[in-house]
């Protein structure tokens, strides 16, 4: 058996269709990009753009839709390009967006849902971004019909208090938005959920999936900083022994007063996101940090805006205070 320090020249000497057919397409994507940077010889071989075509259906099965297709079809390296776009962290926290900046004619969303990573949702969604109902409206993505629901394998055993760390745990979910028209895509969904809560009144469960986005930065702005939230909400169902389902699987921009972006601005920070917007390797457990440090900013501004609307209110008080007892000084003077 030979040592292990021939082993790099071993493989170096295997054909170059053993390397394409039996090694690399074992490989995902980030260990497919390792081997593309060993050397000139392995770079070409994991330019095969079948490669990443096949390593991209089988991250996001939406993918292999024919209008996803066809958008990538028309990116520099095609699905390598598409993947580095897309599978890394965005991190666009420090980014300055132009609100006002004139959107694509179209936006492209492919979603998938993952429960214990095996499919449970791929859809394709194609939003026009020129109409002035989109500019001038909230802006939300909705990519499940109102009266469909999708099955979740959650049995009737399962006890509803343990529902909420179940789906924090195994549910999973990408939101792809694609700009068509610059070749450009980015992943805004945080993969693992960043808050799961279970609505007192009707008992659904709402599954949120947060990127923080910087917004137009003027310190105090309400649009400081934003978050592209995508929310899941899963409700009992009574059907075939099952409890569960996904019946809403949406996509908003809100700002740091909980208020919906519209459509123009919306689109503004999706392109800065999909254009300049960082691609960090995610470590476990980030997204839902910056979601908590998100939070604590929010409260921090909302304690600031509530002690000057305080003091603003104060400060009535005694000017009317200070003009009554003028006046009342006024009145006994001139009838004295």
């Known amino acids: 058996m030979p040592s292990s320090h021939h082993l790099p020249s071993t493989i170096a000497a295997l054909h170059s269709d053993i390397l394409q057919t039996h090694i690399l397409t074992r490989l995902d994507g980030p260990a497919l990009a390792s081997a593309a940077s060993a050397s000139s010889r392995f770079r070409h071989l ?7 075509r096949q390593i991209c259906s089988a991250t996001w099965p939406s993918t292999t ?12 390296s095609e699905h390598r390009s598409f993947f580095s776009d897309v599978f890394p962290l965005l991190d666009c926290r420090s980014l300055r967006c132009d609100l006002d900046r004139s959107p694509s004619s179209e936006l492209i969303s492919a979603v998938d849902i993952h429960y214990k990573d095996k499919p449970l949702l791929s859809k394709v969604h194609s939003t026009e971004t020129h109409t002035n109902w989109f500019l ?20 009737r055993r399962e006890k509803r208090e343990d529902w909420v760390a179940n789906l924090e745990q195994n549910l999973t979910a990408s939101w792809i938005v694609i700009d068509p028209i610059k070749n450009r895509a980015a992943n805004v969904s945080s993969r693992q959920a960043v808050n799961v809560r279970r609505h007192w009144l009707s008992g659904e469960i709402q599954v949120q999936y947060t990127t923080m986005m910087g917004g137009d930065r003027r310190a105090g702005s309400r649009t ?6 995508v929310v899941v909400i899963c409700g009992e169902k009574e059907e075939d022994g099952m409890e569960m389902s ?10 740091m007063e909980g208020k919906h972006l519209n459509g123009k601005e919306s689109s503004g920070i999706l392109g800065e996101a ?6 960090i390797k995610e470590q476990k457990g980030e997204a839902k940090l910056r979601f908590g440090e ?8 909302k304690g600031r805006k509530d002690r000057i609307e305080n003091a603003l209110d104060m400060l009535c008080v005694f000017t009317g205070i200070a003009i009554f007892l003028s006046f009342c000084t006024f009145f006994i003077f001139f009838f004295t």
């Not at 994991?46 to 990443?52: F, G, I, R, T």
């Not at 400081?224 to 939230?229: A, F, I, N």
């Not at 996904?246 to 700002?255: A, C, G, K, N, P």
């Open 136 to 155: 001038y409206s909230p802006f939300r993505v909705d990519v499940i019909d109102p009266k469909d629901s999708i099955p979740l394998p959650i049995r």
């Open 65 to 76: 839709h024919p209008r996803i297709q066809q958008a990538i079809s028309v990116f520099p």
């Open 274 to 279: 999909m254009e300049s917007g960082k691609r």
């Open 224 to 229: 400081e900083m934003v978050q592209c939230s």
């Open 46 to 52: 994991s330019a095969e753009d079948q490669l990443w």
């Open 246 to 255: 996904v019946r809403e699987v949406s996509m908003q921009i809100l700002d």
């Open 294 to 301: 998100y939070e604590e900013l929010k409260w921090k501004r």
